[in-house]
C-alpha cells in the first residue's frame, strides 16, 4: 500500500468540489498537516504506520461531502463596498464632462475630449475587472523585471516633455509617463522587499538604493505628488521590513536610529534642493494669496470668489456654469473639486469629500487584515497613493492648502492616464482581496509529510 498515493488520492477528492482553484494549495496542506497529526497519536497508541495513516484518512470523512463543505467557506471575495464607492466617484466625473461638454461646445474642444475620456473610462474599467480575476501573486516573481520597466520610462520622465500620444478610433490618448511608472515602481518595489526577505545587510542596502533611484528621478516640481507619495511609500516599506527583522545581522535599534538620522538629513536636501522652487515661489504665493489677487494669489482668488458665492445646492452663477467654466484653470483635473461645489453647491462637494475620506480610511483599516506579505506590501503602498492625490487635491481646491500641480481627484477626474492607473491600482486590490481567504504557508519540506517522530 502507497500510503503517500492513498493521501494525494483523498485530497484530489476534496479539491474536485472546491470551484476556487487558488484555494487548492492550501487546503491541501491543511489538511494533510491534519492527517499527519492523527497518524502519529495513532502510531504513539500502538498502531503500524500503515494502519495509523487509513484510519486518519477515514476519519477526516467523505471527501466530496467535505469539498463541498470546504466550497462555501472557501470562495472568492469580491470587495463591492470599494466597487461602489469608486462607481459613486465615478458618477461626479461623469456629470463633469457631460456639463463641459454642454457648456462648451464651441470650437468642439470639451466635445472631443468627452469622447476621449469616455475611451479611458472603458479601458480603466475593463483593466480593474481583469485585474479581480488576476492572481496578483503572479507578480511577485517579477518585481525586479515590472521595476526595470519603470525605469525603461524614466528617459522621458527626464525630459521637458514626458507625454505619449497612441490613436484609438480616430482619438488621440495621452499616456502621462511619470504616472504609469510610478505604477510599475510600486509594484516592483512591493516585491522586491520581500524578495530580499532573510537576507543580510546587503540586501537592506540594495532595498535603499532601488528606493533612491526613482526619488531622484522624479525631483521635478511638476510630479510633486508623485515624489511625495514614493517618497513615503518607499520609506515605509524600507523601514517596515527593518521592524519586521528582514534582514540577518541587523539590529533593529541601530538601523532604527541611523533610519532616522538619513531621514532627517533627507528631508533637509528636499527642503534645499527640490522645494527651492515651492519655497520661493508656491508657498509664498499661497500666504500672500490675500494681498495680491491678480498676481501671486489669482488661483487662490478665483477658488475663494467661486466658493464664497456657492450655494447649498444648486449653480452659484445666475448665467449658468459659463461663468466658471470662464474662470477656474484646468476644471477637469486641478480644480474639479472647486467647480463641482460651484456648480452643483456644498452638500454635494461634502457629499463627494466624505466619500473620499471614507474610502481611504476603509482601505487603511482593512490593510491590517491581508494575509499575504506581498499582497499587504502592494495594499499599503496603493493606499498611500491614493491618499496623497485626495488630500492634495482636497486641500488646494478648498483654499487651505497650496496649489500644487496634480492628475486630478482619482475616480472624478476621468483625465486619462491617471484615472486609468488608479483603476488598474483598485483591481489589485480587489485582485488581492479576492484571495485573501486563502492563506498558503511560504514553505513545506513534502518529503517529510509522512515521518512521524
Known amino acids: 500500500m ?25 487546503l491541501k496542506l491543511e489538511l494533510r498537516s491534519h492527517i499527519q497529526d492523527q497518524a502519529r497519536k495513532y502510531s504513539l497508541d500502538g498502531m503500524s504506520k500503515d ?5 486518519a484518512i477515514e476519519e477526516m470523512g467523505d471527501p466530496y461531502l467535505v ?27 461623469i456629470y463633469v464632462l457631460v456639463s463641459l461638454r454642454n457648456q462648451y461646445i464651441l470650437g468642439n474642444y470639451y466635445m472631443k475630449i468627452g469622447y476621449s475620456q469616455f475611451i479611458y473610462m472603458v479601458i480603466g474599467i475593463l483593466s480593474m475587472t481583469i485585474l479581480y480575476f488576476f492572481d496578483y501573486t503572479r507578480l511577485d516573481k517579477y518585481s525586479y523585471i515590472i521595476y526595470g520597466l519603470g525605469l525603461l520610462i524614466t528617459p522621458f520622465i527626464l525630459r521637458d516633455s ?83 527583522g528582514y534582514y540577518e545581522g541587523v539590529k533593529k535599534k541601530e538601523w532604527f536610529a541611523l533610519g532616522v538620522a538619513l531621514s532627517l538629513g533627507g528631508i533637509y536636501i528636499i527642503n534645499s534642493y527640490y522645494f527651492s ?3 520661493k515661489h508656491r508657498i509664498p504665493q499661497f500666504f500672500r494669496r490675500d494681498k495680491d489677487p491678480l498676481g501671486a ?24 456654469n459659463m461663468d466658471i467654466l470662464n474662470r477656474l484653470p484646468d476644471l477637469k483635473s486641478d480644480t474639479i473639486l472647486t ?48 491618499s496623497m492625490q485626495f488630500v492634495i487635491l482636497i486641500l488646494s481646491n478648498l483654499g487651505i492648502g497650496p496649489i500644487i500641480y496634480s492628475y486630478g481627484l482619482p475616480f472624478v477626474s476621468i483625465s486619462g492616464t491617471a484615472f486609468t492607473g488608479n483603476m488598474i491600482l483598485v483591481g489589485l486590490l480587489l485582485s488581492i482581496w479576492r484571495s485573501n481567504n486563502v492563506e498558503v504557508q511560504d514553505e513545506f519540506v513534502y518529503e517529510e509529510d509522512l515521518n512521524i517522530n
Not at 494525494?8 to 484555494?23: E, H, I, M, Q
Request: aromatic share 12%; charged share 15%; glycine share 10%.
Open 67 to 93: 469539498g463541498e463543505e470546504l466550497n462555501s467557506i472557501h470562495r472568492p471575495q469580491l470587495d463591492w463596498i470599494t466597487i461602489g464607492l469608486v462607481g459613486i466617484l465615478m458618477s461626479f466625473g
Open 339 to 386: 467647480y463641482i461645489i460651484a456648480s452643483l453647491g456644498w452638500i454635494p462637494g461634502i457629499v463627494l469629500i466624505g466619500v473620499s475620506i471614507f474610502m481611504i480610511v476603509r482601505l487603511m483599516k482593512m490593510a491590517s487584515r491581508i494575509k499575504n506579505r506581498f499582497g499587504y506590501n502592494i495594499w499599503t503602498s496603493i493606499t498611500m497613493f491614493l
Open 297 to 320: 494669489g489669482y488661483g487662490y482668488s478665483i477658488i475663494k470668489e467661486q466658493l464664497s458665492r456657492a450655494r447649498l445646492f444648486g449653480s452659484n452663477s445666475i448665467g449658468g
Open 162 to 244: 514626458f507625454r505619449a500620444s497612441i490613436s484609438i478610433a480616430g482619438f488621440n490618448l495621452t499616456i502621462i509617463l511619470p504616472f504609469l511608472a510610478s505604477i510599475l515602481f510600486i509594484i516592483g518595489f512591493s516585491g522586491i522587499i520581500e524578495r530580499n526577505k532573510k537576507s543580510s545587510i546587503k540586501g537592506l542596502i540594495e532595498n535603499i538604493i532601488l528606493a533612491l533611484i526613482p526619488i531622484f528621478l522624479y525631483m521635478r516640481g511638476t510630479k510633486t505628488i508623485i515624489y511625495l507619495s514614493l517618497v513615503i511609500i518607499f520609506s515605509w516599506l524600507i523601514i517596515r521590513s527593518i521592524y519586521k
Open 277 to 279: 522652487y515651492l519655497r
Open 51 to 55: 494502519e495509523a495513516f487509513i484510519k
Open 2 to 26: 502507497n500510503i503517500r498515493e492513498e493521501i494525494n488520492g483523498y485530497l484530489d477528492k476534496v479539491c474536485s468540489k472546491v470551484k476556487f482553484v487558488k484555494a487548492h494549495k492550501g
